[in-house]
């Protein structure tokens, strides 16, 4: 198809005239002796006021919103990346509310996970094992869980016999979860991250002698997408030079890694390695022949430092944190307001409606925060009048909940609630009635 388009193309251009340009001036040199005057255009709803406002919204910092999906200037304005240096940066990851650690000198130590960050480490290990399950065109092969303490021809049996007694089809791999103790990982050329236990994954994947370099160069790429996918800035990821390890016991042996470039706009530029690829020519026996290896191994401690140091760099401080919204440890919260002189029958139903909310979103397997029905169970109605609904916001940002849905007492008579966007810090209007298709397809996309 793309061949055919290219073809198209070029007999178009082949019937373009050409154009006598001589004597012509450009057009800049032409206004520059003419007087411009500006038209006195106004701007009116044009009889569309109706449908102008329909989905309009005014957020909490006060922006007008027709319709949903713009992003404010000072929006954009925050978005670009601030000036940091690599200790501000690890600081700024520190206070955030996913994990805690001690700098000592150019070493991270007594790295712990809060209970925000474990949910963040889980769902990167889903999406890690996820990238054999799908029967996309675009994985590299099928892979197969292993198992830890079997070793890799152990782990092959298990395949075998899941397979009918029938060894698979070449290529394709074989992942294991390793966990690891007193493990040093590179983080730039001058700092450590120091782990008395990390999580390593590893996957093996068997190949046909003679297609390890092209599966090689697919893979490095399939891996480089994997990662520009899930971050906020997907310019920092690049693959490294191939290296080739001659005078190791198997010349025949190269690696590769994926690679995140941070603070590129400083003078404390660091590379952080995040997966190293490598080719073992006829590196295991298969039945009767040798297969090519390639293994790829993923520090996920490292992962969760990575991905928080990605969303963290474009921000001013932790209070906002970008995490992308597949690996988000809540995909939406749900956040009520009571009205002053509300009815205390009201604020019950609206309980009752988040719950059941909380209910239809996470069996459509959409992670769920109800801080409406959790907040408004410990506290007396009175206790809720006045308090606007962004008061949850700031909160919710600074774990990294990408929407939130915001109920009022007029959600019970008309079924309209606000989703609001953690990035955009905009709000558009939804029906009940969207739910959960409209979330699933926005956060899926």
Not at 95 to 117: E, Y
Not at 121 to 126: C, P
Not at 214 to 228: A, G, H, N, T, V
Not at 278 to 295: C, I, M, N, S
Request: proline share 6%.
């Amino acid at each position: 198809e793309a061949f055919e388009t290219l073809q198209d193309s070029i007999e178009f251009a082949s019937r373009i005239l050409p154009i006598d340009t001589e004597g012509v001036e450009p057009l800049y040199s032409v206004l520059e002796r003419e007087k411009l005057a500006l038209r006195p255009d106004t701007v009116t709803d044009g009889d569309r006021q109706a449908e102008v406002l329909q989905n309009a919204a005014v957020t909490e910092e006060e922006y007008f919103v027709a319709p949903p999906g713009n992003i404010p200037l000072e929006q954009g304005e925050r978005m670009a990346r601030t000036s940091k240096t690599w200790i501000e940066l690890l600081d700024t990851c520190r206070r955030s509310k996913f994990l805690d650690f001690r700098l000592d000198g150019a070493s991270v130590r007594d790295l712990t996970l809060a209970p925000v960050g474990q949910l963040l480490r889980n769902n990167l290990r889903t999406e890690w094992n996820q990238q054999g399950n799908s029967n996309s065109p675009s994985n590299a092969a099928p892979i197969f869980a292993g198992r830890s303490d079997h070793t890799f021809a152990e782990n092959l049996l298990t395949v075998q016999r899941a397979n009918g007694n029938k060894m698979p089809k070449l290529p394709f791999g074989v992942t294991v979860e390793e966990t690891q103790t007193c493990k040093l990982v590179k983080l730039g050329a001058n700092y450590t991250l120091e782990l008395p236990e990390a999580l390593v994954l590893r996957t093996t994947y068997l190949l046909p002698p003679q297609t390890g370099n092209p599966f090689l160069y697919r893979l490095q790429r399939q891996r480089k997408i994997w990662w520009m996918r899930l971050s906020v800035d997907p310019g920092r990821y690049f693959i490294s030079d191939m290296r080739r390890d001659e005078a190791g016991p198997n010349p025949l042996t190269a690696s590769v890694s994926i690679c995140a470039r941070f603070l590129d706009r400083t003078e404390d530029v660091a590379e952080v390695e995040l997966e190293r690829l490598e080719l073992a020519e006829g590196g295991e026996k298969v039945g009767k022949q040798r297969a090519t290896v390639v293994h790829v191994e993923h520090s996920l401690d490292r992962a969760v430092l990575a991905i928080l140091m990605d969303a963290l760099e474009c921000t001013a401080s932790e209070h906002c944190v970008k995490i992308h919204r597949k690996i988000a440890p809540f995909k939406c919260a749900i956040i009520g307001l009571f009205e002053k002189n509300g009815d205390t029958n009201v604020w019950n139903d609206l309980i009752d409606l988040s719950k059941h909310l909380t209910y239809v979103l996470r069996a459509a397997n959409l992670s769920v925060l109800d801080s409406c029905s959790s907040d408004w169970q410990q506290q007396p109605p009175q206790a809720q009048l006045n308090q606007p609904h962004h008061r949850h916001l700031p909160e919710l940002d600074q774990i990294g909940v990408p929407y939130a849905l915001i109920l009022r007492a007029e959600t019970l008579r008309t079924g309209l609630l606000q989703l609001r966007s953690r990035d955009t810090t905009l709000s558009e209007t939804i029906h009940l009635s969207d739910l959960p298709q409209y979330l699933e397809r926005i956060i899926n996309a």
